[in-house]
């Protein structure tokens, strides 16, 4: 009697864990592409990508972290194609080593967002180091990605610039969530900080409450992504062939075509410049 | 407040409309869970009984620790996990890194300390209780503890469903080791994380509705199992 409980438990495990299929998630041939929020939140990787594995036969198996850890995931191995937004770290990881090539694949740009009610004064500006220097002056709210990724290496480079001391303000005016750009950008909207975003995020992003782009246009706030095979000769475990593929289609005319295509609500969100 | 009006009705549409996207990420969140609840109980079970009925030098250390262990940060769980399963890690040969069975080490990893600890207090309270009579009749200490399990199989379920509850839960862990990779390692609650970062609250409260509405059913099962037994056994 005791036994047909114990057998009633197994089988609705069994049947919940073993027979459940995966479905069509079992494609024989994959890339893992380590990437940025950025392309994800926006929903482009989401809308280009099927293109690519339709034409392949090549799933690819996206992991959206910070440009900062998805550098050091790629450096493990654990990644076949790095996709992401950080030059001077992209070009360092190539020089080490780890990346066999970098190639541009499309910019968008960096944008200011702020209370509609703009306590530091900086709407309608297009020099983004003035208006910093205007929020840190008037002390307002500020959250920073706080990440090291590749929209706070920027914001921390335009800091610099405009010769003010981030780290004496930290938990101040100035906070740094250390999150990604969709959870900075729901923090910074509640507590009515301004932010620096990727303008593709800020498009498509859904809570954007009373904040608006305050700054825009600087040449500085250009946001240039960078595409890297992971360097097989360090990691063996690298699917050279089919992520050359991956590369070799982003930076032809049928992947470009499709970057140039993806639009939030009419909004053009990439701009493909493969040299 | 309009978010929690919108995701109640979005919830309801995702459940009536059947979506099968987020019916296989149900069905992952699931699989995965409970294939960890489960493997963790082959683990945790015997452990806790040892630990009750045993008696060795550091037993007190050992239980302080293992009951320690039921706070552990899955983040941290996560971290350590991707670290051994890393291609760069010992384990990386394994491949088995952004897949959901990395996923299910980690969550045993976070649920075992959760069901040798309750194990161990429900088995302690029965040994005091019957430790006279078995050994009376000439049941050693060890030989007691499948009798003992059993005997306390209904308060060991509420073991089972508080590792459960963790597992379908958590976040910090499963994110790390699968990736939140769409169609393969994507569960609920990696699914609620991304589309709070979207910014979409209303669609992520819906899909924390229904996490909880699953969570609820996952119970009542057991709860409807449980009573059923002690019948059962006693017819």
């Keep these: 009697m005791n036994r047909r409980l114990l057998v009633n438990l197994a089988a609705v495990i069994a049947a919940v864990t073993v027979l459940v299929p995966f479905g069509s998630m079992a494609q024989d041939k994959f890339i893992v592409v380590q990437s940025t929020t950025s392309t994800q939140n926006s929903g482009l990787l989401d809308a280009i990508l099927p293109q690519f594995t339709e034409k392949s036969g090549i799933d690819v198996r996206v992991v959206a972290v910070g440009t900062g850890q998805a550098i050091k995931n790629a450096e493990n191995g654990d990644g076949d194609v790095l996709l992401v937004h950080a030059k001077p770290a992209e070009e360092k990881f190539v020089a080490d080593g780890w990346g066999v090539k970098r190639h541009d694949v499309m910019y968008n740009d960096f944008v200011i967002v ?48 405009a010769g003010v001391d981030t ?68 990691h063996p475990v690298v699917k050279a062939e089919e992520g050359q593929a991956f590369i070799d289609w982003l930076l032809g005319a049928e992947g470009q075509a499709a970057i140039a295509d993806f639009k939030v609500d009419g909004q053009q969100l990439f701009f493909p410049n493969a040299d | 407040m309009q978010d929690f009006a919108d995701s109640l009705l979005l919830s309801l549409n995702l459940i009536v409309s059947g979506n099968p996207e987020l019916w296989s990420i149900v069905l992952l969140s699931l699989r995965v869970s409970l294939t960890a609840v489960a493997l963790a109980a082959v683990i945790g079970m015997p452990l806790g009984a040892a630990l009750a009925v045993g008696r060795f030098p550091g037993r007190p250390a050992a239980i302080v620790l293992v009951n320690a262990l039921m706070g552990l940060p899955p983040v941290v769980v996560g971290l350590v996990v991707y670290l051994f399963l890393s291609n760069s890690g010992p384990l990386g040969v394994l491949q088995l890194l952004y897949t959901p069975t990395a996923m299910i080490i980690a969550q045993v990893v976070l649920v075992t300390p959760i069901i040798a600890a309750l194990t161990r207090q429900v088995v302690e309270d029965l040994d005091a209780e019957y430790a006279e009579q078995l050994r009376s009749i000439g049941v050693s200490r060890l030989a007691s503890v499948p009798t003992l399990l059993w005997d306390g199989r209904i308060s060991l379920l509420t073991a089972l469903l508080a590792g459960f509850g963790r597992a379908i839960a958590e976040v910090g862990a499963v994110i790390i080791v699968g990736g939140n990779i769409n169609h393969v390692t994507r569960v609920m609650t990696t699914t609620i994380a991304l589309e709070t970062s979207k910014g979409n609250l209303a669609l992520a409260l819906a899909l924390g509705t229904i996490l909880v509405v699953i969570a609820i059913a996952v119970n009542a099962a057991v709860g409807l199992i449980g009573p059923a037994s002690q019948r059962i056994a006693h017819a």
């Design chain 1, 167 to 234: 780290a004496s303000a930290s938990g101040d005016w100035y906070r740094e969530t250390g999150s990604g750009m969709g959870a900075t950008l729901n923090t910074g909207v509640g507590m009515g900080a301004y932010i620096m975003a990727d303008r593709a995020t800020w498009i498509s992003f859904g809570n954007k409450g009373d904040h608006e782009v305050l700054v825009e246009g600087d040449p500085k706030l250009f946001n240039q992504y960078g595409v890297i095979l992971v360097n097989p000769d360090k």
């Design chain 1, 114 to 161: 702020g209370p509609a009610d703009d306590p530091a004064g900086v709407a309608g500006s297009s020099d983004a180091v003035a208006a910093l220097e205007k929020i840190a002056e008037s002390q307002s709210a500020f959250a920073s990605r706080g990440d090291d990724s590749g929209t706070h290496k920027a914001e921390l480079r335009l800091w610099r610039e």
